[in-house]
């Protein structure tokens, strides 16, 4: 019995040793794989700090996990452009020092004044990402450059989609030629008979991985965030990415600081670490999302210009969310 | 005596603590969240309302409920249909027999179910090993369509909670008096008429208890819907999981779940009506 307490005791000691040689730490809460390892492991080795990384995977379950949490639980967040917006307005943020950032020169301007923060007060831009058509060339040879080109009776059973209802939605009113934050009774009923009678030709719907379901050639067409989209090009080379032209989602997400964050200083340099345009080009060789940086952009300006343009937000809609989910669960 | 009382409620107490804690007092919250509405941003606000439970009977949500119910209903009758010839075979085997299989049934359990549920996708899906088997044979020309429909849903529910229904009516089955069969098949009974006036009134209750067992997780597994059903259909499970995540209506989400709640219960009153034993339960 005395040798397992002593037994313990040094483990305990010998914890307490390993911590002890970092110079401070950092409490990083960000999206499931969107940071390779290696990245925080070579940050931890060159400034000797601990990065104590969570994850989640949706904006919900970020504001659920730092609302009921203590303040000063986290210092560093990714929220998405709606969730920063409501983030400011429930005084969640605190704001960021650009002069504690020297890296900061490496944004796109492109990515700033963005709508949810327009003088970038509390966000700077980390990753976009844009919803995109996929197409396999292989079988299929007609041209699709709209969500209205899906509807052909050849394509039956043939198309995923992602599982998330303001962006199908939110596709079929862009589709109309609506906002894809539309809250109109009449415009929704449109998207949902446009959505009813696209039905037959959806084999799934999946947020996970719809990437599989074209590598696999389970299906042919598929919308999806770009990142999977790439992905699934590497797999299969005759895989074609459209952008939609009736419009399509964007999603960027930021660089926050969460309110009361302990480690502040310890947090700009992880931003300013992660802008560093060879770490960063890193992160989007990994997951190819949309590299927001000047010197590490994997994405041409002109391309860039084009999504910025075409694209739009998912907006915070309220209580009209309600709207939104009996549809969802009619066409299911 | 009194020692031994207190060594029993000494290793009672932790399962009292454990249901009290765990299973009592979030269904005290889920009904009392039923009755709140939410604001803008999943919030909830404590003013009493009984919208939650009049939504419910929207004509979208009761569609879906009765196409879930379907499915749960499809799924129990497959397995009783599975469950009666695996038991009645098995009744004549050893002992030994018997205790190995009703072990071997217990094994899949040994595997997270997530991961049982994905291993069918290689097996159901477009390229997957049926299929190519079957097309490769020349027994079809052009793959099934196994999975992302409600089959694949039927599919993966079976197979999920198929012990349930098997280990309740095996043992409804093995308790049926030897000498009675012998007798009946004396007397010239046909396997249809001893099937139907010896074997099924004896084991009635055997199968509402295994039936109860599967139909009502079947409404609620919203994970092989979303997997094997390719997320394509929705049961009563996915539409209380939304409500909580997506939509962020906490109260309708909580007043979906009483109202399962509700029907479980009825359930159960006819399961007794029907003469079957509480204690086969589970003791609820």
Redesign the interface.
């Known amino acids: 019995m005395k040798k397992l307490i002593i037994l313990f005791i040094s483990i305990f000691l010998l914890c307490g040793c390993t911590n002890k040689s970092y110079d401070g730490e950092i409490n990083v809460l960000n999206w499931t794989s969107y940071i390779p390892y290696e990245i925080i492991r070579d940050f931890e080795k060159e400034y000797n700090i601990k990065v104590n990384y969570g994850t989640y995977s949706s904006n919900e379950e970020l504001l659920a996990k730092i609302s009921s949490s203590k303040e000063g639980t986290y210092d560093l967040i990714f929220p998405s452009d709606y969730m920063v917006e409501l983030m400011i307005d429930r005084n969640m943020l605190d704001e960021i020092d650009i002069s504690k950032i020297p890296n900061y020169s490496n944004i796109n301007s492109l990515f700033l004044k963005q709508s949810f923060d327009i003088d970038n007060k509390y966000s700077l831009p980390f990753l976009a990402a844009t919803t995109v058509i996929t197409i396999n060339r292989e079988t299929i040879k007609d041209s699709i450059v709209s969500y209205n080109d899906l509807f052909s009776s050849k394509y039956e059973n043939d198309i995923v989609l992602l599982d998330d209802q303001r962006i199908v939605i939110g596709m079929a009113l862009q589709a109309n030629g609506y906002s894809m934050n539309e809250i109109e009774n009449d415009k929704l009923d449109k998207a949902k008979e446009w959505l009813l009678k696209l039905n037959k030709n959806v084999k799934a719907f999946d947020s996970d991985s719809p990437k599989t379901f074209l590598i696999t050639k389970e299906v042919d067409l598929g919308v999806m965030w770009n990142a999977e989209a790439i992905i699934a090009k590497e797999q299969n080379d005759n895989i074609e990415i459209v952008y939609p032209t009736d419009g399509f989602a964007i999603s960027l997400d930021n660089y926050t600081i969460v309110k009361g964050a302990k480690n502040k200083d310890n947090a700009y340099k992880f931003i300013n670490y992660l802008l560093r345009s060879d770490v960063s080009k890193k992160i989007t060789d990994e997951y190819p999302y949309i590299n927001t940086g000047l010197y590490s952009k994997n994405v041409s300006d002109e391309e860039l210009s084009n999504i910025l343009y075409n694209g739009s937000y998912v907006k915070n809609i309220g209580m009209n969310i309600a709207a939104y989910d009996r549809i969802w669960a009619e066409i299911k | 005596m009194k020692k031994n009382s207190g060594f029993k409620s000494f290793f009672i107490l932790p399962i009292i603590i454990y249901t009290f804690v765990l299973i009592l007092l979030p269904i005290i919250y889920i009904l009392f969240l039923s009755f709140c509405t939410?604001?803008?941003?999943?919030g909830i606000l404590y003013n009493f309302t009984l919208d939650n439970y009049l939504n419910i009977f929207?004509m979208?949500?009761i569609k879906?409920l009765l196409k879930s119910s379907l499915i749960a209903l499809v799924t129990t009758f497959i397995c009783i249909l599975i469950s009666y010839p695996f038991a009645l075979i098995l009744r004549n085997k050893s002992e030994h027999i018997k205790n190995l299989t009703t072990k071997l049934i217990m094994v899949p359990f040994l595997t997270n179910s997530l991961i049982r549920t994905y291993g069918w996708i290689i097996l159901l899906?477009?390229?997957g090993i049926i299929n190519k088997f079957l097309t490769s044979l020349g027994i079809i020309a052009f793959p099934l369509?196994l999975m992302?429909n409600k089959l694949g849903i039927i599919i993966g529910m079976t197979y999920t909670l198929l012990p349930f229904m098997l280990l309740p009516v095996c043992s409804a089955v093995f308790e049926i008096d030897k000498s009675l069969i012998e007798a009946a098949k004396d007397l010239g009974a046909k396997p249809l008429q001893i099937f139907k006036n010896i074997i099924l009134p004896q084991t009635i209750s055997g199968v509402f208890n295994g039936s109860l067992m599967v139909f009502i997780p079947a409404i609620g597994y919203f994970f092989i819907a979303?997997i094997l059903g390719?997320?394509?259909?929705?049961i009563i499970g996915?539409?209380i999981k939304?409500?909580f995540?997506?939509?962020?209506?906490w109260p309708f989400g909580s007043a979906i779940a009483i109202f399962l709640i509700i029907i479980t219960f009825a359930l159960v009153k006819v399961y007794k009506k029907l003469g079957g034993k509480m204690e086969e339960l589970g003791g609820l």
């Open positions: 939410s604001d803008s941003y999943g929207d979208t949500y879906m899906r477009k390229n369509n992302y979303d390719g997320g394509k259909t929705m996915n539409l939304n409500q995540l997506t939509a962020r209506n």
